[in-house]
């Protein structure tokens, strides 16, 4: 089956969920009208990734904020992953939440490598992966930070994972990230990868832009500039001519 799926990257609301609403919304509907099933926007984009009144502003679970995210998939027939800061008792996560065509949660994953003494101070490491189904193959989430990390990667391909879902916050200078690390964990591991960031500045922050889908096979499918931009691409299937070996050819050394 091919898989058509979009990419949102945008300014950040900085603390006014409104504006991440008002943009999110007429994404989901050029998305859907695309044919796309799920659209996947940035890193805590309710309430923005440098908001400074991110514990104040955090949401829980299922609360009015996701049933009208709810209601906004429902209406557009497209399905949506976004970050957002996750409110859950006296901690606080930087989350993402995926919903489909129907607003139904599909899954919600919390951050396992928080960047910088920042994040660090703000919110509480995850401990879990997340995978679940997609369009009859297994899909994962992961944010930001996390998918420089090759063995997490290596542990989600493992569990035969295919596509795995990335919003991002990444900032000036580290524009290799979505140029050269992305694509080289895709092709390393024979996953799709759609990594959607910001773009503008949000405080003392520039984001890098140069949201990316990249392919099984490390092609890259779409790429964003430095502006508002919506990608959307159509998944190839995996031609295991193509994958990549190496979870059966590596060879450990020791000494």
């Known amino acids: 089956m091919i898989h058509r799926l979009a990419l949102l990257q945008c300014a950040s609301p900085a603390s006014e969920p409104e504006a991440a609403f008002a943009a999110l919304a007429p994404a ?4 859907a009208a695309a044919g796309a099933q799920m659209l996947v926007a940035p890193e805590a984009l309710l309430p923005g990734y440098n908001s400074p009144r991110i514990a104040e502003l955090a949401q ?7 049933q009208r995210l709810a209601q906004i998939c429902r209406k557009a027939g497209c ?3 976004l970050g957002y800061s996750e409110r859950a008792g006296d901690d606080v996560f930087n989350a993402a939440l995926c919903l489909d065509a129907q607003g139904q949660v599909l899954a919600n994953y919390r951050k396992i490598q928080l960047y910088g003494a920042r994040e660090a101070g703000l919110y509480r ?5 997340c995978v679940f ?3 009859g193959e297994k899909a994962a989430l992961l944010i930001c930070y996390d998918v420089e990390f090759a063995p997490h990667i290596a542990a989600l391909a493992a569990r035969g994972v295919s596509t795995i879902f990335v919003p991002t916050a990444n900032m000036l200078p580290f524009t290799h990230v979505a140029a050269a690390t992305v694509p080289a ?6 996953v799709t990868i759609v990594y959607a960031n910001f773009c503008g500045s949000e405080g003392d922050l520039i984001y890098a832009g140069g949201s990316v889908i990249a392919g099984p ?6 790429q964003a500039g430095q502006t508002t931009s919506l990608l959307i691409a159509d998944i190839p299937p995996r031609d295991l001519a193509r994958l990549t070996s190496q979870s059966r050819d590596y060879r450990p050394i020791s000494g």
């Open 28 to 31: 989901l509907n050029a998305a």
């Open 60 to 66: 829980a679970q299922g609360g009015a904020w996701q």
């Open 79 to 81: 399905g949506v992953t």
């Open 125 to 129: 490491a995850g401990d879990n992966y």
């Open 133 to 135: 189904d997609f369009m």
């Open 185 to 190: 964990m895709a092709a390393n591991h024979g």
């Open 217 to 222: 096979h490390g092609e890259v499918l779409a």
